[in-house]
């Protein structure tokens, strides 16, 4: 019976039936007791659902059966990792790694880990601890990316994330962070056509709406932006990313306090430093645009610090190519295109 009803279970997961898998080990479970591969299915099962806080006392339960499992360490990191319990994820993940160190999708993880956690230094070498044991790992990739992008190492994760979409990856972390790359690079317009491919795959993704925003802000298509903006904070109203994007879509003022006191209480939740900092830059502009400069000057400065702690020192030629690119994408000809009123030098 035992191994009739794992089959079972394995069968309804590979279908992608996790609804009906989570269904079926409760009822198994209230007929037969709480075996540890019930216990165990029952909270991957939640997991996969995307019902992370059901599936946390389950997966709890299981790691105390099942103490020698890889599997129930892993998944447990995972669900503590999606409820920003970013330390009792990692020591989940260290405990998966002890028992199978060459665990690529455990070191993949304690990369993701670092990342959501705003340690991105640390989450590189697990990334090539990854990639030395599995080098076409796509998550492995797709993170070590991601914390290249978080560390302004825009030139060399541009490669990776190149190489990632021409073999067919279409990872919502990995477009977002390719278009945050070529926007760095000075390539807009590639950037602005791969966030409206992933918009058209994601429709609802608030990350790539905010993007896209954050995209047409540098191409001055301010109302759009805004409109993008105010859909991702919909889908997403905690998203730091757009609440700090919005002031550059227009000049602030003494009407706009709402978003003072939001940024304000954004900050309280303790954000990482790379979140901060947009908080501050964008606190800062506010304050600026409603000439309190004084408290603009604070943030300002508070920003810069943040900056320091993730940030490569101040790189001229990057600077110049970056200012070069822009130069050459506003020709006279894009800016009347946008701008009928703008001056003809």
């Known amino acids: 019976h035992a191994v009739t009803e794992q089959q079972h279970l394995a069968g309804l997961?590979?279908?992608g039936e996790h609804g009906l898998m989570a269904n079926y080990a409760s009822a198994q479970i209230?007929?037969?007791?709480?075996?540890?591969w019930r216990v165990h299915a029952l909270g991957k099962a939640l997991l996969l659902c995307g019902r992370d806080r059901e599936?946390?006392?389950?997966?709890?339960?299981?790691?105390q059966q099942l103490p020698d499992s890889v599997n129930v360490w892993n998944q447990l990191g995972?669900?503590?990792?999606?409820?920003?319990?970013?330390?009792?994820?990692?020591?989940?993940?260290?405990?998966?790694?002890?028992?199978k160190p060459d665990a690529v999708d455990v070191l993949a993880n304690l990369?993701?880990?670092?990342?959501d956690a705003g340690q991105f230094a640390q989450a590189v070498p697990y990334c090539e601890q990854a990639l030395a044991i599995y080098p076409k790992s796509v998550s492995a990739r797709v993170?070590?990316?991601?914390?290249?992008?978080?560390?302004?190492?825009?030139?060399e994760a541009l490669p990776m994330l190149e190489a990632l979409y021409e073999e067919g990856v279409r990872h919502p972390k990995a477009m977002v962070s390719h278009a945050l790359a070529l926007r760095h690079t000075g390539e807009i317009d590639r950037a602005e056509a791969l966030l409206r491919e992933m918009l058209a795959r994601y429709p609802n993704d608030p990350d790539a709406s905010c993007s896209l925003g954050s995209v047409l802000v540098d191409q001055g298509r301010f109302d759009e932006a805004r409109?993008?903006?105010e859909t991702a904070l919909r889908y997403k109203p905690d998203l730091i990313e757009g609440w700090a994007t919005l002031p550059a879509t227009r000049k602030m003022t003494a009407a706009d306090r709402p978003w003072l006191e939001r940024a304000e209480a954004l900050l309280h939740t303790q954000p990482n430093a790379t979140r901060e900092y947009m908080l501050r830059y964008a606190m800062g502009k506010f304050c600026d645009d409603t000439q309190d400069y004084d408290q603009a000057?604070?943030?300002?400065?508070?920003?810069?610090?943040?900056?320091?702690?993730?940030?490569q020192p101040f790189d001229r030629d990057n600077q110049q190519k970056m200012v070069d690119a822009l130069v050459q994408y506003f020709t006279p000809e894009v800016t009347h295109c946008h701008w009928p009123g703008a001056s003809d030098s």
């Open 143 to 155: 993170n070590m990316a991601n914390a290249l992008m978080e560390l302004q190492r825009e030139h």
């Open 55 to 63: 599936a946390l006392g389950w997966l709890e339960k299981a790691s």
């Open 297 to 311: 000057f604070a943030h300002y400065r508070r920003a810069n610090e943040l900056k320091k702690r993730f940030g």
């Open 30 to 36: 209230v007929q037969y007791g709480e075996r540890p």
């Open 111 to 115: 990369a993701d880990n670092c990342n």
């Open 78 to 99: 995972l669900v503590l990792n999606h409820l920003e319990r970013f330390a009792d994820a990692k020591t989940c993940f260290e405990r998966a790694l002890a028992i």
């Open 227 to 229: 409109q993008l903006l």
């Open 13 to 15: 997961e590979s279908k």
